[in-house]
Each structure stands twice: as C-alpha cells, then as structure tokens.
C-alpha cells in the first residue's frame, strides 16, 4: 500500500517542479519612434516589460550614420555606453532589479540629425539576468526608427484670390490624388508583418499577429494552461488513489478470519 501511494505521489511532485521552468520568464524590449529637423537632438526610448526584476542587459544598437551620430545615453539607474560610429554598446545595470510588469524605459539614447532621411534603430540584446544574477529568456525585440525632415521645408501661404476655373479643377485632382495615396497599404517591412500603414508612415491597425505578438500571447496563456493541466492530473490521481484504496479495504474485510 505504501509503494502503491508513493509512486503518484513522486510523480506529481516532479510535475510540480517542471512548472517554474515551463512558466520562464521572458523580458521583451523595443526601441521608440522619433523625428526632427536636420541639425537638431533627438532622443529614442528603450522599453522593456516583462515578468522579471531586470537587474543587467547589454544592448547594441545599429544606425546610419549618415543620418544620425550618437551623442550621449541617459537613465535613472546606471549606464555605460561606447559607440563606433553606426554601433552603439550600451550597458544597463539596476542593483535592485527594475520591475518590468507595467512596461518601464530603461535608458534613452541622443542622437544628433545629420541629414534628411531615415534611419531604423535595430538592436540585439545579451547578458540579460535579474537581480540574482540569473539568467532571463529576451522575447520580442521591436525595432524603432528616427526620421529627419530637411530644415528647409517650409509652408508659405499664398495670398488670397479668385481662383479660376482652370485652377479649381487642378485643385480638386490634387486632392482626390492625395486621398489615393493616403489609403492604407501593407508595409513591406519584414520585421513588420501584418500590419496595415499609411504612406506617411501612421499606423492604422493590425489585421493579423506578427510572429513577436504571437510569442507574447504564448507566453501570457503558458502559465494558464500548466496550471490548469497540473489541476487535472492532481484531480485523476486523487480518484484512482481513492479507487486503489476502496479495493484495498474490500480484499482485507474479504480476507479477513470471522469470529467464533
């Protein structure tokens, strides 16, 4: 009897010890959005949110360079960073461990506009560890971009008039062509897949998840579905241990010697 009840038992204790590694917690980053004129600061935001105290990450940031130069990094906790020109290393260390649940900014980075155009802010994340110093799973890295308008484009009204027949009708075809290009396409961003943009670059929604998106969502219902899986097998050994042990006592009271 005693075999009978420590062999369920030893298993589900080691189902029980597999669920803090199946439920790992991932930490997921993503570099912000910024534009400006030439000649001028602009600053991206490095996000992070997730389930652990984030206690160490080293990020390394690729850029054009032609576009934009690196000027400095600052944040609320401590960092070190060194740039090559287009690569920038940056190193993020909190003693305490930042709590990411909510979503947190852990550093921001300045750049200085060279030139009009556009630059993407792509980056890989190592060394990532809690507050303990251990390890934590990078899930989705979300690539950020910097635009930069030329300085000299300006808008110079034009003074009021009548305006002729010839001209409405020119107006009125400009407009119906800006509509045209203001519908939604998709991107031909690889990193972006799914997502519907505007040709100025707005975005207007997803019809479908990216494979980022579908991680996060796998990650969110991971801890949902081992829990609920550990609750039915712990309900199945319960019945078959009370089966087992009715059977038990049924073959003893049969066994056992009547009375004189």
């Not at 934009?68 to 993020?92: F, H, L, M, P, T």
């Not at 961003?189 to 799914?194: E, H, K, S, T, V």
């Not at 975005?203 to 494979?211: I, W």
Request: proline fraction near 3%; include cysteine; charge should be positive.
């Amino acid at each position: 009897m005693k075999r009978l009840i420590a062999l369920p038992l030893s298993l589900l204790l080691l189902l029980f010890c597999l669920i803090p590694v199946l439920a790992e917690a991932t930490v997921s980053f993503a570099a912000q959005n910024g534009s400006s004129s030439r000649n001028r600061s602009v600053a991206v935001d490095i996000t992070a949110k997730g389930d652990a105290a984030l206690g160490a990450v080293t990020v390394t940031l690729n850029y054009n360079r032609s576009v934009i130069s690196y000027r400095s990094v600052k944040s609320d906790d401590e960092v070190k960073a060194n740039d090559s020109g287009g690569c920038c290393k940056v190193i993020y260390l909190c003693k305490n461990g930042r709590q990411l649940k909510n979503g947190a900014t852990l550093f921001t980075v300045i750049f200085r506009t060279v030139a009009s155009g556009t630059s993407d802010i792509t980056y890989t994340v190592a060394e990532c560890t809690d507050s303990n110093a251990k390890l934590i799973s990078v899930g989705a890295c979300d690539a950020g971009r910097v635009e930069v308008r030329s300085s000299k484009a300006r808008f110079t009204p034009k003074k009021a008039g009548k305006t002729s027949g010839k001209a409405q009708s020119s107006r009125t075809a400009r407009s119906q062509k800006n509509k045209a290009s203001s519908s939604p396409e998709r991107s031909g961003n690889p990193a972006d897949p799914g997502k519907y943009i505007s040709r100025d670059g707005d975005r207007l929604g997803a019809v479908d998840m990216t494979p980022s998106e579908a991680k996060k969502e796998f990650d969110a219902t991971l801890p949902l579905l081992v829990t609920g899986f550990s609750a039915v097998i712990l309900a199945l050994l319960c019945f078959w241990l009370g089966q087992k042990f009715h059977q038990y006592r049924a073959r003893k009271k049969e066994t056992k010697v009547p009375e004189e």
